[in-house]
């Protein structure tokens, strides 16, 4: 027996992650950024990353072209950037909603994202629909605050106990 994509769907729905913009500039077309809750640690020695991306997007295409990208890890009151970064609108409407300077490998760092990773990349794979992309990290940029969180289908925030 299959397991159908709305059932899938709603079954990681109830998979509570943090939100991330993942981020990298082509040589071509500038700098490309999109929403992304597929992101995990792999590795502590080397430092490694992987984020997931869908294989159509034009983010993606200029990860793997220029072998490196950053993933901005949102704060708490960055939910219109991550909305922004989601939706259906051109690249450049998307940075122009939020401040943002190169990082040193030429990806986008958010500037008021919680985190700043800076990877080169390592390793691609192809599964389904997606690239895994697994990024070295060769710099790590902390500011203050408390994460995004995504659950059920909503932003959420942590509750203080």
Not at 2 to 29: C, E, H, P, R, Y
Request: with cysteine.
């Amino acid at each position: 027996m299959s397991v159908d994509a709305i059932q899938f769907k709603n079954a990681l729905k109830l998979w509570a992650s943090g939100v991330t913009v993942v981020t990298a500039q082509s040589a071509d077309q500038g700098a490309k950024g999109m929403t992304a809750t597929s992101f995990s640690s792999v590795s502590v020695d080397p430092p490694q990353i992987l984020v997931c991306l869908n294989k159509i997007t034009d983010t993606g295409g200029a990860l793997l072209e220029s072998r490196h990208f950053a993933v901005n890890i949102l704060a708490s009151d960055q939910q219109d950037a991550s909305n922004q970064f989601a939706g259906n609108c051109t690249q450049a409407e998307r940075f122009a909603s939020v401040t943002w300077e190169a990082g040193d490998n030429g990806a986008p760092l958010l500037s008021k994202a919680l985190v700043s990773l800076e990877c080169k990349v390592v390793q691609q794979i192809q599964a389904g629909t997606h690239w895994i992309v697994i990024g070295e990290v060769e710099k790590v940029v902390c500011r203050g605050g408390e994460p995004l969180l995504y659950y059920s289908g909503a932003y959420r925030q942590l509750s203080q106990a």
